[in-house]
């Protein structure tokens, strides 16, 4: 039976998530939802100068409907999976080395500065591995947060959380692997008859998918996995591991005691739907911040296509957080680009079936969550009680 565990799936490969339930952060002196809920109200009638109309949402300064900060709340340190937030900065973001944060006015993909401010902070080691889920319900200056359609289904019995838009169309987690000892591995089909053994993070969900439901035998998957290449390098390739599509296969390529091509078998083709980067907003606040949102989510999708389109700016201001917080940091801006495009090849940014990026393939979720529900042990939970594409504009796409 798979684990009812919480993991942060959307933390890099350096970045470990922990399941443990912490103190929360301290508030910052950002509004609550509450302090702005008259200001939504109040504004929602307003003329604006529209650009986007969507169903009940038009377009216009984000100071008329939200806060005055909007706190993000990320599940690692600055990297690929959330450069379109980090995007959003443009020029002016400043980095609170102490709050382990980034933030500044909030800027438009098309140059527009916005009166509000967007203040992005960093999880994984900046927050002691503590559950970007949790600190969402801990924290009311916090707006939204990056969580795993997974983590999010497995709440939905005790936290209510609503995805309302996704910064990766798949999964970026993927088994890496060495085509050079293992040059017939094309697929899960090809790991599982190599018995190839497969280092992996204790009480991954993903991996306890991918065994439920035989894509990978249970005796050639090996816990205890800490993100990090040594043990791949040590090995000489001769195991392969749970890794990042965005960041492994070029920081495997740079180090010099490896400096080889990989290959990777996305989790994605072994049925794993889940998201791992959605934004999701706490379900009773969404009443609140409707309108907030109304807006938001465009200029964020937006920001996906601008970033995947031209990522460099936005990766140098991303690896300069990242030195700040770790200078021993191993992922640079170079890197960083090459985990753009690899993304792109792989699939995990995109559109989908359709033409919008961020938005849900409620079927194929439904599908997923069910079918993950019964391994789970779990009370099954309907794709629209998880997500939701009110907010996301369909004409907007890579």
């Keep these: 039976m798979l684990a009812l565990v919480i993991l942060v799936s959307a933390c890099t490969a350096n970045e470990r998530a922990d399941v443990s339930d912490v103190e929360p952060v301290d508030a910052t002196n950002a509004p609550a939802i509450d302090d702005f809920t008259a200001t939504a109200t109040d504004t929602a009638t307003q003329s604006s100068t529209a650009t986007t109309t969507l169903p009940g949402f038009e377009d216009g300064p984000l100071a008329e409907v939200c806060p005055t900060v909007i706190g993000i709340q990320t599940a690692g340190l600055p990297g690929v999976a959330v450069g379109p937030l980090h995007l959003l900065l443009g020029e002016t973001g400043s980095i609170d080395e102490a709050g382990q944060?980034?933030?500044?006015?909030?800027?438009?993909?098309?140059?527009?500065?916005?009166?509000?401010?967007?203040?992005?902070?960093?999880?994984?080691?900046?927050?002691?591995?503590?559950?970007?889920?949790?600190?969402?319900?801990?924290?009311?200056?916090?707006?939204?947060?990056?969580?795993?359609?997974?983590?999010?289904?497995?709440?939905?019995?005790?936290?209510?959380?609503?995805?309302?838009?996704?910064?990766?169309?798949?999964?970026?987690?993927?088994?890496?692997?060495?085509?050079?000892?293992?040059?017939?591995?094309?697929d899960f089909d090809g790991l599982r008859r190599a018995s190839v053994e497969v280092r992996h993070?204790?009480?991954?969900?993903?991996?306890?998918?991918l065994t439920g439901n035989s894509s990978l035998d249970?005796?050639?998957?090996?816990?205890?996995?800490?993100?990090?290449?040594?043990?791949?390098?040590?090995?000489?390739?001769?195991?392969?591991?749970?890794?990042?599509?965005?960041v492994d296969p070029a920081l495997l390529r740079s180090l010099p005691q490896w400096s080889q091509a990989v290959r990777s078998v996305s989790a994605r083709s072994g049925g794993w739907m889940s998201h791992d980067d959605m934004l999701v907003a706490r379900t009773e606040d969404l009443e609140v911040i409707d309108e907030c949102l109304g807006r938001l989510v465009p200029i964020i999708q937006a920001a996906i296509a601008a970033y995947t389109g031209d990522p460099a700016s936005t990766n140098i201001a991303m690896s300069a957080a990242r030195e700040l917080a770790n200078p021993l940091t191993r992922i640079t801006s170079v890197l960083m680009d090459e985990g753009v495009q690899t993304g792109l090849d792989e699939g995990v940014f995109g559109n989908g079936p359709n033409d919008a990026v961020g938005d849900f393939d409620l079927e194929t979720l439904e599908s997923f969550l069910a079918e993950f529900a019964a391994l789970a042990d779990a009370s099954p939970v309907s794709a629209d009680v998880?997500?939701?594409?009110?907010?996301?504009?369909?004409?907007?796409g890579l």
């Design 386 to 396: 998880v997500v939701t594409n009110e907010f996301i504009d369909p004409s907007i």
């Design 218 to 246: 249970e005796a050639q998957v090996v816990p205890g996995f800490d993100g990090e290449p040594a043990a791949f390098v040590a090995a000489n390739g001769q195991i392969a591991q749970l890794g990042d599509l965005l």
């Design 201 to 209: 993070v204790t009480d991954s969900p993903v991996i306890a998918y």
């Design 101 to 186: 944060l980034v933030s500044g006015p909030l800027v438009r993909p098309d140059g527009t500065v916005e009166d509000v401010t967007l203040e992005l902070r960093s999880g994984g080691p900046a927050v002691q591995f503590r559950s970007p889920a949790t600190l969402l319900e801990a924290d009311e200056t916090l707006m939204l947060a990056q969580v795993s359609t997974a983590s999010a289904a497995l709440l939905s019995g005790s936290a209510s959380l609503t995805g309302v838009v996704t910064l990766t169309d798949a999964s970026r987690q993927a088994v890496i692997f060495d085509p050079s000892t293992y040059p017939d591995v094309r």
